[in-house]
């Protein structure tokens, strides 16, 4: 048998979703081992400065309130402005309201590169500070690159590797999808999602990292460590298949590996989801529209914070960022800032051996197409009272420890959001958390397995960024 | 064996992909032979009396013209709006343009009532006149009803069979999924495509029948008879799949069967075609906004027409509508009339005993999402000189008789459109038209197999009005 150039360690599978499944089975033989894995993220964090001071908006340097409209923007009308939504409603209980929200029509491109290391597919993963983060690096995709990124508006350096991006052949390419973000702080924002596999020999910088999707699962454990990014282009991986099957009956990764493998013992039919998505979109009224910042109703400006007068959901604010590691080093800039940490909660449920996650058609003014499938609960505790808490909530504050399989508090993107954080978390429950369809229900709920969701997540609009967090978490615990 | 109610001809098969094939190779043995339908379709064009005479807008009743907007309007705030559109895009030769469009943000219902009658797989078709029909009566789904018109704005009689749609148990529904209409005259309207099937015996009144699939893809075949309400629903049924397989090489059915029933013998993966959609969705800047219909430039309005300066594209008129047949006995409303018959063909070509069908990537500024995919040829030619010919047009122009698969006039909705037809080509070519992924071919054309639309056509958003059109006279050819 031939040597590969790299070392040959097992017979490379050609088919995608062995090689998919290898990957995620692959921890402690990747290309790196995980304790130079952890040295590396050591290391980085201590070669990459990156600071980000509070400012007036008075400070801000190119960026600036329109005398007119109010709306914040930057001089060269790139980037991204914030601007004023007002929106009518019949979802939920308040049915008219405005707010501020970020215009960023401009699509950019979040890829993994992929590539066959030793007969095992690893995702070249980047080590990147944001003036958002609230610890330093974060692990990215290979590219992170919005349209004013690569027509080189900022006068940066190249983005490495974007070009494997834009002119990838048909036949490397493993994912390719737009994707919504936060509709409630992004009007209409979406991005291009891309998995392109390479066979070119390419030696990234430092800053780089090929990792196995075992790896990421693994790191995917840890509090703030993998980003929004990463997260939302790992969810739009194909389906992995092991060889053997989903394993013995019974456990957990069993039930898992049958959720994630095929249609087969599916609570509702793929038809029936797709009908349920539609009448959700037909049956709410959505009526958003771009207004004036300065016509926003019940917010205040002050010298350094645009806030809700009630002191609720959100602020905008101003940062200095000083830098070492990035295409310019240093500049200001708008962000961002939630009031408080998020609970984003997936419930799951064995039914017959397969497992199924409880997910929500949600409402959000910024989405394209009136709702999109959410976690079982979204939202932050504390903006509710006793009386209108959202349902599921109050199972997710009372569960028992043996029913987490995952809890881990992870940041939102740190290029828009200035130390946002999320409790994420997947909890198993039992039957006493009925079937939607059934009476006793809830209709805007359903119970899908991690193939139909997988399906759904080849196309745009049907699952929202923080159900791609969690699918992408979810699969991590085969 | 038990003979089942209403008379068993064949064994019922369970499955459905063989029940559409089996309802779609019946044409002599439905519930009505084809003659009997041609003297109903006779007798309904005898029975409903349905003018329309064009009037000014003065003589709109419940109509006007807002005097602030300009924009024409009922007094309810209901059905639809004309108002105006600024588009600016980098599609296209031209970069900024202002026109009226149709507003109708409420979401109707189109529904074909299915039931099998003798173990065949029928749908309840309704003979219907709409005022825009050139011809009379003409075939519509069995239900096709604007939220107006359920909610009983207008004050008319209750819509038949509508609370089968707006209540069908979920292992009912064979299809139900928003689409598109037409993105240049509507602003992203969707409307609900549905097909439920039901066991109740119901009485329809003699505007309805039920045929087999087959006998509707002969009708397909008829100058202005199905309309493009059923056209749309049709286009959304499931794939079939013969008993057998698709028969003997060589011939055409067998190449459109092969094309139907699987991927195999796909010129791309679907992943490939999935990116490219994706790239066509990211390559195009498109930025439309609702103007006010009186600041719509290069258009102008007289006693009773809104037409172009240069009297390109379409005019809105208004009709008096009188009627023995509808809800109502008379109304009056406007009509988008566009000013020619247009051309809208789709070249196909057997690659490997495999029917490809040429679809475009085409931008319309009602759409949703930028792009959706539209037959190869979709013009009005007088509207082009020589030198800006869309691609195709001329392949179009200067085929020979043998190339012809189906040629046949079709009409738009009657309800929004005046006497707006079209001329529906299916064109058989060879090689001499490449492959467009290959040097020569041009980037926003593919070949797809007949089972990767219809798989498309699960999802909203991705196969325009006038291709959904073409998909269904498509499959009638096997």
């Known amino acids: 048998m031939q040597r590969r150039p790299q070392g040959l360690l097992r017979k490379p599978d ?13 921890v402690d033989d990747g290309a790196l081992p995980l304790a130079e894995i952890w040295n590396w993220i050591a290391e980085q964090n201590r070669a990459q400065r990156h600071d980000a001071a509070r400012i007036p908006f008075a400070m801000l340097r190119n960026w600036s309130f329109d005398p007119d409209s109010g709306n914040l923007g930057h001089d060269s009308g790139r980037f991204f402005t914030v601007e004023g939504l007002e929106v009518f409603t019949d979802y939920g209980p308040v049915p ?13 491109i979040l890829g993994f590169l992929a590539k066959d290391i030793g007969g095992v597919l690893h995702f070249l993963v980047q080590a990147k500070s944001e003036p958002g983060n609230h610890n330093g690096v974060q692990l990215s995709p290979t590219v992170q690159a919005t349209k004013s990124n690569y027509t080189r508006v900022h006068k940066g350096r190249d983005v490495p590797c974007l070009e494997y991006f834009r002119n990838a052949p048909p036949e490397n390419i493993l994912a390719d999808v737009l994707q919504s973000e936060q509709g409630s702080w992004f009007y209409r924002k979406r991005n291009r999602n891309m998995i392109v596999e390479i066979t070119d020999d390419i030696a990234p910088s430092d800053h780089f990292c090929w990792l196995t999707l075992g790896q990421l699962h693994e790191l995917l ?3 703030n460590l ?23 009956d019974g456990g957990l990764p069993a039930a898992i590996a049958r959720s994630a493998q095929s249609t087969a013992g599916s609570l509702h039919t ?6 349920w998505i539609t009448e959700h979109q037909t049956r709410h009224f959505v009526q958003t529209t771009p207004i004036q910042l300065k016509t926003v109703k019940e917010w205040h400006i002050t010298d350094d914070v645009i806030a809700h007068d009630r002191g609720l959901f959100f602020g905008i604010i101003a940062v200095e960022v000083t830098t070492n590691s990035r295409e310019v080093g240093g500049w200001t800039q708008p962000l961002v800032r939630p009031n408080s940490i998020g609970t984003i909660a997936l419930l799951v449920r064995r039914i017959d051996g397969v497992l199924h996650a409880l997910v929500n058609a949600r409402m959000e003014p910024g989405y394209l197409d009136v709702v999109e499938l959410a976690p079982t ?23 028992r420890p043996e029913q987490v ?26 039957s006493e958390i009925p079937d939607c369809s059934a009476d006793g229900g809830l209709a805007g709920y359903r119970w899908l397995t991690l193939y139909q969701l997988t399906d759904l997540l080849r196309h745009s609009h049907y699952i929202n960024v923080q159900a791609r967090s969690l699918i992408a978490c979810l699969r991590g615990l085969q």
């Open 14 to 26: 050609a088919i995608l979703p062995r090689r998919i499944a290898r990957s995620a089975a692959t």
């Open 96 to 108: 008219h309201w405005s707010q501020p929200i970020i215009h960023q029509p401009e699509i950019g």
């Open 221 to 223: 454990k840890v509090d």
């Open 226 to 248: 993998v980003n929004m990014d990463a997260r939302t282009v790992l969810s739009c991986m194909p389906a992995g298949l092991a060889d053997g099957g989903p394993g013995p």
């Open 270 to 275: 793929s038809t029936a989801v797709m009908s």
């Open 377 to 399: 609960v979204q939202c932050s505790p504390e903006n509710y009272t006793d009386a209108d808490r959202p349902p599921y909530l109050d199972t997710v504050l009372n569960i």
């Open 405 to 430: 399989l995952y809890d881990v508090e992870l940041s939102e993107e740190g290029g828009r959001f200035y130390r946002a954080r999320n409790r994420y978390q997947i909890i198993e429950v039992g």
